[in-house]
């Protein structure tokens, strides 16, 4: 995962939203919700208490550095 696969905003949502199903997959996360808005996604990944709003750009690096974290 050391090359970025998205070129634009909706190619990044595209992105953050497989690797939001890939830490599902692998366990990382309970769940994982994205409200898809015309101009935006908004992602959700909740833990046991609360659940907060990320945009795509915290979404990925936060989902990206948990999958890099158990692959590695």
Known sequence: ???HVFHDQLSL???T???GKQAL???LIPSFVVHYFPDTWVFYIP???QS???TPEEAYFRLKQLVEQKIS
């Open 1 to 3: 995962m050391a090359e």
């Open 13 to 15: 949502e595209e992105q």
């Open 25 to 27: 997959s692998l366990g």
């Open 17 to 19: 939203e497989k690797l």
């Open 47 to 49: 833990n046991e208490s």
């Open 52 to 54: 907060e709003p990320l």
